[in-house]
């Protein structure tokens, strides 16, 4: 079982949706979660920085973290056509842990 | 504050060349750590630097390997290039590394490997 997934994706929604993107992890001993956004053919921006449970929220942005379940989630209100990249979830298990990435999902916002 | 940079944004090599790509990081950040990202493998872990020592380290084979200097750039080359390493290869910088600190990707280097 690979240490973090991602739900199926590319998602498609329209202009103003409210997207969810979430992730799942099978290790307990993950306390930072990230979600970067990445455009094509550039480099992941850093999104959301949350450590262990709970929620914060950046504008439009929510995340959520749920230990017990081992599961987060990124929350896009509003979503614009710009919103259209890849997320990916990232997370660590310590201070000096390096990050690992779920696969990414693609979102697509139309118009 | 400027951003992380990385040099070359492109890069084309033939099979059993070597190749050596460079990371800039974000003045003050001492840790810098390299990625390699695939569609097939996604984003996964080469190694971190910080203070010029190697921190930590992925799991990929020995003709990966890294070096930070005193001003905390990077270097990272790749020995004997196979055709399986042809990928976006970028570099985070951050703070002072690991999880605790938020960490910031470059735009990426991608390299082709024919």
């Known amino acids: 079982q690979k240490e973090v997934e991602k739900d199926p994706g590319p998602l498609s929604v329209p202009e103003g949706a409210i997207v969810s993107l979430n992730c799942t992890y099978s290790?307990?001993?993950?306390?930072?979660f990230m979600w970067y956004r990445q455009y094509s053919r550039k480099g992941p921006e850093l999104l959301m920085y949350?450590?262990?449970?709970g929620n914060k929220e950046d504008g439009r942005f929510t995340a959520q973290v749920d230990k017990s379940s081992k599961y987060i989630s990124l929350f896009i209100r509003d979503s614009q056509p710009s919103d259209s990249a890849t997320y990916l979830c990232?997370?660590?298990?310590?201070?000096?842990?390096?990050?690992?990435f779920g696969k990414g999902t693609k979102l697509s916002v139309k118009p | 504050k400027a951003g992380v940079t990385q040099t070359p944004r492109y890069l084309i090599k033939t099979r059993g060349q070597q190749v050596t790509l460079s990371c800039s990081p974000i003045s003050g950040h001492r840790s810098v750590s390299w990625y390699q990202q695939t569609p097939g493998q996604g984003l996964q872990f080469l190694f971190e630097y910080f203070s010029e020592t190697q921190r930590n380290k992925g799991n990929f084979p020995g003709r990966f390997s890294g070096r930070q200097f005193s001003n905390s750039r990077s270097e990272m080359n790749v020995s004997t290039l196979e055709l399986g390493d042809s990928a976006l290869y970028l570099c985070a910088s951050s703070l002072r590394g690991g999880g605790a600190h938020e960490q910031y990707f470059g735009p990426g280097t991608r390299l082709t490997v024919t």
């Open positions: 290790n307990s001993a993950f306390q930072y």
């Open positions: 990232a997370m660590s298990v310590g201070s000096q842990g390096n990050l690992i």
């Open positions: 949350t450590y262990s449970s």
